[in-house]
């Protein structure tokens, strides 16, 4: 039997354990075996007739094909099936919960799907003449407009195509207003240890220096180790709020205080925004800068879906340095600014962080998100996605162990304490999930606690999906209490592929496919 280097399966139905048991095909009734497009080259077969290229009017001058280039020869059935199958494999938003610990995987409101389609939104191109899409500048603008509001901030940046990239850009923002201040000097980052992973390679991409707040007992950041941290070098804190521990930050305020009495900028991860969109607004808690992720908070579908989005609001201080290009009303047009010359002499932009001015389909869905649901409503998702995980984790305590004491926001985090003794180990837990049909939960983040198990469940499942997810996790805390350990360390049982060598695949990646060596060529050796 084939396995990783954790000793676990990684062919399917062997052993015949399962009901399911091994067919001939290696095909599980709906679930089929895939070979790559290039494995099913069907030399001689094709789709669509195509009249032969005319050679003579090469578009390309000198440069000229040399041969085949080997793609793959298949009927339109054989391809549309192909692609049909490959996508009944993906575990999305549409077929199960998607209890992924802060990603935020919430439904993607059908509406949004219909407004992002609309031909003045989907067919447009970023270099036609302003006068063509002043309503697609009109939809940035408004969108601008309800990211400033619900956060209290004077200024948005647009352009930053996803959370890392909006970091990105808020540290851009930090390091262009100390070198104007003539303080260029200060490189020291602070960065608490439960900080997601993006946050110091970040800050480390800037070119600034990490310094990492240890978390106090009680999962959050005191203001007391802040202030210890600062002095005359520190650019900025980057700080999660409510972090990623599924913890609000009570002493946000007092550490951003602290932070600018130093001279420092308070950078919020404002991925987590989704718990307090509504009921909090950053800007009150001394932010200088925070991205939003509208493919989380917002609703616009990612990971495989779709590109994501990370608008970052901005502080008065931290404004003008933001990126172009921006859109501006004046009067009665919406146009770009594409220079700083444009605007005004006060403005002077850090640089240009992508060719054009933000993922336009994102922006459509997200304003559809926000008119959809009203201001009310959106505080109300915040309540609902607190509520939730709230539900998950009071339900969940006395089998599993929790963090910390006390009620969470919007994701619940548990550690492998309950698996103490039995020989499972979280990824065991996790994988038994999927035979269950549920996509894991985020496994072994944040790192402030042993084995953590975070999950976050969101505003949008109903009470009916999570009360089938708990009766689930609670029957295989109990299972694995009970001292089957074969059971979670042959797990998954029922997918197309069983534990793969992940390690292997990260460090060692097969990125290209090579043909087998035709068969003449063997005969000759
Ligand atoms: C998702 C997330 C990010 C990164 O956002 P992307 O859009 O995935 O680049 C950063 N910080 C936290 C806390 C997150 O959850």
């Known amino acids: 039997m084939a396995m990783n280097n954790q000793g676990r399966p990684t062919t399917p139905n062997v052993g015949g354990d399962t009901a399911a048991g091994a067919?001939?095909?290696?095909?599980?009734?709906?679930?089929?075996?895939?070979?790559?497009?290039?494995?099913?080259?069907?030399p001689g077969t094709w789709g669509v007739d195509l009249a032969e290229p005319c050679t003579d009017t090469l578009k390309l001058g000198p440069v000229k094909p040399r041969g085949a280039i080997g793609l793959p020869s298949l009927s339109e059935p054989q391809v549309v099936r192909h692609f049909t199958r490959l996508s009944q494999k993906n575990f999305g938003i549409d077929s199960t919960m998607y209890p992924l610990g802060s990603c935020t995987?919430?439904?993607?409101?059908?509406?949004?799907?219909?407004?992002?389609?609309?031909?003045?939104?989907?067919?447009?191109?970023?270099?036609?003449?302003?006068?063509?899409?002043?309503?697609?500048l009109e939809l940035i603008d408004e969108l601008a407009k309800w990211l400033k509001t619900l956060t209290g901030m004077p200024a948005v940046a647009m352009s930053p195509g996803a959370g890392a990239h909006g970091e990105f850009c808020g540290m851009m923002a930090i390091k262009a207003a100390l070198e104007a201040r003539g303080e260029g000097h200060r490189k020291r980052v602070l960065v608490p240890e439960s900080a997601h992973g993006t946050n110091p390679a970040t800050a480390a991409f800037c070119g600034?220096?990490?310094?990492?707040i240890p978390a106090e007992e009680n999962g959050r950041v005191s203001v007391e180790a802040v202030t210890s941290k600062l002095g005359p070098d520190v650019a900025a804190i980057m700080l999660t709020n409510?972090?990623?521990?599924?913890?609000?930050?009570p002493q946000i305020k007092a550490i951003a205080d602290a932070v600018h009495a130093a001279g420092g900028y308070f950078y919020c991860d404002g991925a987590n925004y989704n718990a307090i969109v509504g009921r909090v607004r950053p800007a009150d808690l001394g932010v200088d800068a925070m991205h939003i992720n509208l493919h989380k908070t917002f609703s616009t579908p990612h990971g495989g879906g779709g590109p994501g989005s990370g608008p970052v609001v901005l502080s008065e201080a931290l404004a003008p340095f933001a990126p172009i290009p921006f859109v501006v009303h004046d009067g009665e047009h919406f146009r770009l600014i594409?220079?700083?010359?444009?605007?005004?002499?006060?403005?002077?932009s850090f640089g240009r962080m992508k060719a054009f001015h933000?993922?336009?389909?994102?922006?459509?869905?997200?304003?559809?998100y926000m008119l959809s649901h009203g201001a009310d409503g959106l505080r109300q998702v915040s309540n609902d996605a607190v509520l939730n995980a709230n539900y998950v984790m009071a339900s969940l305590k006395d089998v599993m162990s929790a963090s910390f004491e006390g009620p969470c926001m919007h994701e619940a985090l548990f550690d492998d304490r309950f698996l103490k003794g039995t020989g499972v180990t979280p990824l065991d837990f996790a994988k038994a999930m999927i035979d269950e049909g549920f996509h894991p939960m985020t496994m072994y983040f944040p790192l402030v606690v042993h084995g953590a198990l975070l999950i976050e469940p969101t505003e949008t499942e109903s009470k009916q999906t999570l009360d089938q997810f708990i009766a689930t996790l609670r029957y295989l805390a109990e299972r694995a209490k009970s001292g089957d350990v074969a059971f979670f360390q042959g797990a998954p049982r029922l997918t197309p592929r069983r534990r793969l060598d992940e390690t292997a695949a990260a460090r060692k990646p097969v990125l290209r496919w090579i043909p087998p060596a035709p068969p003449q060529a063997v005969a000759a050796e």
């Open 23 to 42: 067919t001939f095909t290696g095909n599980k009734a709906l679930q089929q075996e895939e070979p790559l497009i290039f494995e099913l080259d069907n």
């Open 105 to 136: 995987m919430k439904h993607n409101p059908r509406l949004n799907e219909k407004m992002a389609r609309l031909p003045g939104f989907a067919d447009i191109h970023p270099m036609q003449p302003f006068s063509t899409v002043q309503g697609a």
């Open 208 to 212: 600034f220096t990490v310094d990492p």
């Open 242 to 249: 409510p972090n990623t521990c599924g913890l609000f930050e």
């Open 338 to 348: 594409e220079h700083d010359a444009d605007h005004n002499a006060t403005h002077s």
């Open 358 to 368: 933000g993922q336009m389909g994102m922006f459509v869905r997200a304003l559809a």
